[in-house]
């Protein structure tokens, strides 16, 4: 497997010549966060400094969703990648290692039936209507499970409907925590429960909170949406993520040219809790959206409306 980008960095500034390259990157990711713009010959030892790198590990290191310091190692690959999102949201490189193959993503029933068994199932009769309320119960079977989403939970919706409006930030945080700590056993379970009517609709469109983490008051422009997620190094490396794994193909049987479905639905649960979190856009239906408008884009109007189309017209998705 590829290093990760933390080690990769340690060695390239144990090395004199590695170190100056990268320190010349370092100050080219900078400016562009603080969007500088970039004069031509910056731009040229910009990209001549990214060539040096060529057969450094930094160039070919990648995180994972589940390390501890996450954010560290996705902003050493964007410091690294500098040049990949010049001015455009076509990220096509995703900083994540490539989820394991569909196998680790079937969901291990025998596991969760004899987690079952074991417990008292008076609890769970009712539930076969509601798919989504029993995805909750097994999730209850599970202290991490239970924790976690209890957490995200009460941040989410503390303050929700008052005067004051809830801490965004902190609910992002939480239901990053629960996506990315809990087996996806549990968390795909809660979040793509299969429903046969609008209460259990309901209840899957408000996972997530819907009131604190993925609304605002009024519709803001998906192009605001697109800024705030690239100045942000989680959000950012999401997006590339979902970018890779959830290109559709109208020739693919699942409708993805990665012809990994398990792999877009994984890169889209990455989504939930960056400032892009999409979500159910009604009860009745599985579809799903961002919750921004493309009215008054202007000259954009093409771009913007190819940003809600990867999530709302998607067929990989």
Known sequence: PRSDCIAAEQQCLSDSTCNATYRILENCALAKTRLLPLDHDSRVRCLNAELDLGNSSLLHCRCH????????CLRIFWTVHSSVTDGYFNLETSPYENPASEEHWKTDYNKLAALLSGKDCSQLAGDATNPCLKATHVCNLSKKCVRLRTDYASICTRGAGSEDTCDRRKCHRGLRNFFEKVPEDFTKRILFCPCQDELCGERRRKTIVPDCSFQYNTKPNCLWLLDSCLEDHI????????QQNCQPADTSPDGCSQHNHA????????MIGTPMTPNYVSNSSV??????????SGNQKEKCD??????ENNKCL
Do not use: N
């Not at 969703?65 to 560290?72: D, N, S, T, V």
């Not at 950012?236 to 979902?242: G, N, P, V």
């Open 263 to 270: 792999a877009c639905l994984q890169a889209y649960m990455g």
């Open 306 to 311: 190819q940003i809600l189309g990867m999530f």
């Open 287 to 296: 579809e799903i959206s961002l919750w921004c408008t493309c009215e008054s």
């Open 65 to 72: 969703r589940r390390m501890k310091r996450q954010e560290h």
């Open 235 to 242: 959000c950012k490396s999401r997006l590339a993520d979902f």
